[in-house]
């Protein structure tokens, strides 16, 4: 018999289509199985990328606090930070993300020596890196003061009366054992990691930076001659940033004059190189206490004039020149009776490159609103009288009060008037409606109360007043004037 030729072609073309179909299902199930493995692969390795992440903290913690010597950390803000990043990361699956927490976990629960280790494994340190090192040991110096604080207030004072206290601090300013175990594991602790404790006004302790642990433990110093310079001088009185009025009555008056001296010699060799904001902290806070207190000192006002005299004719080149300068003319006022005379912050902005030259005469201090007294008088002779001629006779500072008082009295076309002509003259009415818009939003008088200093600079006829924040004195606001044949004006506005 011959085959059916259709029929046969049929019958394979069934059994292809019954193979093709079990294929299509064998490879689903395949691929059902596939993913249903990688499925539990994926939550096995969350499982143990949950556990490596936070055993990897407390491995870190637990290193962390034997460097510290220290059985429990928990309170140190590193610590908590880092404990966040783990319990945050423990639920992600990525790769990348968990190798981010490790290193932030990492970065965190470094001690001191840990990190200056780090800084000299670098060799070539940089600039960058010196200041990031000082950063970091700053931050942990404020953790090691909130846990000794937190110790010291709960743990020590606990049934103890004023006359035990006093015991137990006296034990620990002269190195002696507390006869509290905690309290001596802590002070060896900060000894370990360069800091000491130091006694404070309300009779308790601080912690203090010990600089001749970062001269000993820091291996670079070539590219840092102002540092080192400081940090020895330091080192050398005292040892800390402290000095104590107790400590300071033993100075005799030319040993005070000589510090302030050396202090500024070591600023000088900073010109044209960078200062650390630790240093720079370092140099004007000392340098400032040296002359509150000598300034201050209950000493026999005929020394003090002869004193304070042969400064001034001594070291007309001094950037102390101006302060005592000034204090001398309020000490004349008063027949050099005793007064309370202060210096602030006006050094360490003296001590500043941005503001070279400059004298204690050109800052003030912006606790006013207006800033110039004479600018309530000279609005109302501008806005309603509509006088000109006198604002030939105003200061660069004197127009910025007048300006900013007539933006905020709602004066938009008198404070436009204040402009030199060129900047009118680009755009009258963007520049109306931009200080209509601080006018309304009181912008001026809201952001007055975040400054603290404003700065005077005169070159020829330019001006600059520069206005400092409050937290850091660092500078947030310029005005730019230029003196005309109408008086000065303003040029420019910058907001930093």
Same mark, same amino acid.
């Given at each position: 018999?011959?085959?059916?030729?259709?029929?046969?072609?049929?019958?394979?073309?069934?059994?292809?289509?019954?193979?093709?179909?079990?294929?299509?299902?064998?490879?689903?199930?395949?691929?059902?199985?596939?993913?249903?493995?990688?499925?539990?692969?994926?939550?096995?390795?969350?499982?143990?990328?949950?556990?490596s992440v936070e055993e990897y903290f407390l491995e870190k913690e637990k290193v962390f606090a034997g460097q510290l010597g220290l059985n429990n950390v928990d309170t140190f803000p590193e610590v908590k930070e880092a404990k966040q990043?783990?319990?945050?990361?423990?639920?992600?699956?990525?790769?990348?993300?968990?190798?981010?927490?490790?290193?932030?976990?990492?970065?965190?629960?470094?001690?001191?020596?840990?990190?200056?280790?780090?800084?000299?494994?670098?060799?070539?340190?940089?600039?960058?890196?010196?200041?990031?090192?000082?950063?970091?040991?700053?931050?942990?110096?404020?953790?090691?003061?909130?846990?000794?604080?937190?110790?010291?207030?709960?743990?020590?004072?606990?049934?103890?009366?004023?006359?035990?206290?006093?015991?137990?601090?006296?034990?620990?300013?002269?190195?002696?054992?507390?006869?509290?175990?905690?309290?001596?594991?802590?002070?060896?602790?900060?000894?370990?990691?360069?800091?000491?404790?130091?006694?404070?006004?309300?009779?308790?302790?601080?912690?203090?930076?010990?600089?001749?642990?970062?001269?000993?433990?820091?291996? +670079? @110093?070539?590219?840092?001659?102002?540092?080192?310079?400081? /940090?020895?001088?330091? &080192? =050398?009185?005292?040892?800390?940033?402290? #000095?104590?009025?107790?400590?300071?009555?033993?100075?005799?008056?030319?040993?005070?004059?000589?510090?302030?001296?050396?202090?500024?010699?070591i600023h000088h060799t900073y010109q044209g190189d960078s200062i650390s904001s630790k240093a720079a902290d370092i140099l004007s806070w000392r340098a400032t206490e040296l002359l509150n207190f000598y300034l201050l000192g209950d000493?026999?006002?005929?020394?003090?004039?002869?004193?304070?005299?042969?400064?001034?004719?001594?070291?007309?080149?001094?950037?102390?020149?101006?302060?005592?300068?000034?204090?001398?003319?309020?000490?004349?006022?008063?027949?050099?009776?005793?007064?309370?005379?202060?210096?602030?912050?006006?050094?360490?902005?003296?001590?500043?490159?941005?503001?070279?030259?400059?004298?204690?005469?050109?800052?003030?201090?912006?606790? +006013? @609103?207006?800033?110039?007294?004479?600018?309530?008088?000279? /609005?109302?002779?501008? &806005? =309603?009288?509509?006088?000109?001629?006198? #604002?030939?006779?105003?200061?660069?500072?004197?127009?910025?009060?007048?300006?900013?008082?007539?933006?905020?009295?709602?004066?938009?076309?008198?404070?436009?008037?204040?402009?030199?002509?060129?900047?009118?003259?680009?755009?009258?009415?963007?520049?109306?409606?931009?200080?209509?818009?601080?006018?309304?939003?009181?912008?001026?008088?809201?952001?007055?109360?975040?400054?603290?200093?404003?700065?005077?600079?005169?070159?020829?006829?330019?001006?600059?007043?520069?206005?400092?924040?409050?937290?850091?004195?660092?500078?947030?606001?310029?005005?730019?004037?230029?003196?005309?044949?109408?008086?000065?004006?303003?040029?420019?506005?910058?907001?930093?």
């Amino acid at each position: 018999m011959v085959p059916n030729y259709e029929q046969n072609t049929s019958f394979k073309n069934l059994r292809k289509k019954r193979l093709y179909l079990f294929g299509f299902i064998i490879l689903c199930i395949v691929l059902a199985v596939i993913s249903a493995f990688q499925y539990v692969k994926e939550q096995d390795g969350l499982t143990d990328k949950k556990v490596s992440v936070e055993e990897y903290f407390l491995e870190k913690e637990k290193v962390f606090a034997g460097q510290l010597g220290l059985n429990n950390v928990d309170t140190f803000p590193e610590v908590k930070e880092a404990k966040q990043i783990a319990e945050n990361t423990s639920e992600s699956i990525r790769t990348d993300e968990i190798n981010k927490a490790k290193e932030e976990i990492a970065n965190l629960l470094r001690t001191p020596t840990m990190l200056v280790k780090a800084y000299n494994d670098l060799q070539a340190s940089d600039e960058a890196s010196y200041l990031a090192l000082m950063e970091d040991l700053e931050k942990f110096h404020f953790s090691l003061s909130e846990f000794l604080h937190n110790l010291w207030t709960k743990d020590v004072f606990q049934n103890k009366t004023v006359h035990e206290m006093k015991e137990i601090r006296n034990a620990l300013m002269e190195g002696r054992s507390s006869g509290i175990d905690a309290v001596d594991k802590m002070i060896r602790t900060l000894e370990s990691q360069g800091y000491m404790v130091a006694s404070v006004s309300d009779g308790g302790i601080s912690v203090v930076q010990n600089f001749k642990w970062l001269l000993d433990e820091i291996e +670079n @110093w070539e590219h840092l001659p102002g540092d080192k310079a400081l /940090f020895q001088f330091m &080192a =050398e009185n005292s040892g800390s940033m402290s #000095l104590f009025i107790d400590e300071m009555e033993t100075f005799q008056m030319e040993d005070i004059f000589s510090d302030l001296l050396e202090l500024e010699a070591i600023h000088h060799t900073y010109q044209g190189d960078s200062i650390s904001s630790k240093a720079a902290d370092i140099l004007s806070w000392r340098a400032t206490e040296l002359l509150n207190f000598y300034l201050l000192g209950d000493v026999e006002k005929e020394r003090k004039k002869e004193e304070l005299e042969w400064f001034l004719a001594s070291h007309k080149d001094s950037v102390y020149w101006s302060i005592v300068n000034k204090a001398v003319q309020e000490y004349r006022k008063v027949d050099w009776e005793h007064l309370d005379y202060y210096v602030f912050d006006e050094l360490s902005i003296m001590m500043d490159e941005e503001f070279e030259d400059v004298q204690v005469g050109d800052i003030t201090r912006t606790d +006013n @609103w207006p800033l110039m007294r004479r600018t309530i008088e000279d /609005f109302k002779r501008f &806005a =309603e009288e509509n006088e000109k001629a006198f #604002l030939l006779e105003l200061s660069p500072l004197e127009v910025v009060s007048l300006y900013l008082y007539s933006i905020e009295r709602g004066e938009i076309d008198h404070a436009i008037q204040l402009y030199d002509h060129s900047i009118i003259e680009q755009g009258t009415e963007s520049l109306r409606q931009e200080l209509l818009m601080q006018s309304e939003s009181h912008f001026w008088n809201n952001q007055y109360s975040t400054l603290s200093y404003l700065v005077k600079q005169r070159e020829g006829k330019e001006a600059t007043i520069s206005f400092l924040q409050r937290e850091e004195n660092e500078v947030s606001m310029v005005f730019m004037l230029q003196e005309t044949v109408e008086g000065w004006k303003l040029v420019d506005i910058t907001a930093k």
